[in-house]
T-cell receptor, first 116, second 111 residues
Framework: SAVISQKPSRDICQRGTSLTIQCQVDSQVTMMFWYRQQPGQSLTLIATANQGSEATYESGFVIDKFPISRPNLTFSTLTVSNMSPEDSSIYLC?????????????FGPGTRLTVL | QKEVEQNSGPLSVPEGAIASLNCTYSDRVSQSFFWYRQYSGKSPELIMSIYSNGDKEDGRFTAQLNKASQYVSLLIRDSQPSDSATYLCAVDPGNTGKLIFGQGTTLQVKP
């Protein structure tokens, strides 16, 4: 499976600021996804990031709050804008296996965000 | 109504026993099902994928799928303390890659 890295691994931010999270993959992948895991909760999909097109957002998530870039097939960023304490979560990127027959997804190590 | 349901647990089993983790889903047309393991403070790790009715075995893990009952399970044989983690069931209803996760079941394997 692909090797996925995320930066930063964790951060503590002030209310009202923004943080950009990077996701880097060691191979080209068509589909990348961004998930959020709130404390004690399971994972919720934020958006799908495909190269060459606008990200598609799930219900409850908007581009102004979570702008996403996907400049190439190995990299994506998620920005958490105008943060509030409710944004304190782990943010995870995932990639789908190139073999579309299986559509297995693999996750990066996550970015643990705390907003004060 | 949640789309993927799991008992949150904790499920406690003795070392060497079989752990049985269950998951139900609401979308009848779902075709892709996944089990992830998540250790505390770590990201989810894919254990198994299953797409067809029946059993799929990989080492000590067996995934079972029953689409008629909208039920998927994970059996862990010869459970080890290192298997203690949260197990997440995920479903891809539209085969789009958009995974819907259950709340996860916490497994505790006691030596």
């Amino acid at each position: 499976s692909a090797v996925i890295s995320q930066k930063p691994s964790r951060d503590i931010c002030q209310r009202g600021t923004s943080l950009t999270i990077q996701c880097q993959v060691d191979s080209q992948v068509t589909m990348m996804f961004w998930y959020r895991q709130q404390p004690g909760q399971s994972l919720t999909l934020i958006a799908t990031a495909n190269q060459g097109s606008e990200a598609t957002y799930e219900s409850g998530f908007v581009i102004d709050k979570f702008p996403i870039s996907r400049p190439n097939l190995t990299f994506s960023t998620l920005t958490v804008s105008n943060m509030s304490p409710e944004d304190s979560s782990i943010y995870l990127c995932s990639v789908e296996d190139r073999d579309r027959v299986s559509n297995e997804q693999f996750f990066g190590p996550g970015t643990r965000l705390t907003v004060l | 109504q949640k789309e993927v349901e799991q008992n949150s647990g904790p499920l406690s089993v003795p070392e060497g026993a079989i752990a049985s983790l269950n998951c139900t889903y609401s979308d009848r047309v779902s075709q892709s099902f996944f089990w992830y393991r998540q250790y505390s403070g770590k990201s989810p790790e894919l254990i198994m994928s299953i797409y067809s009715n029946g059993d799929k075995e990989d080492g000590r893990f067996t995934a079972q799928l029953n689409k008629a009952s909208q039920y998927v399970s994970l059996l862990i044989r010869d459970s080890q303390p290192s298997d203690s983690a949260t197990y997440l069931c995920a479903v891809d209803p539209g085969n789009t890659g958009k995974l819907i996760f259950g709340q996860g079941t916490t497994l505790q394997v006691k030596p």
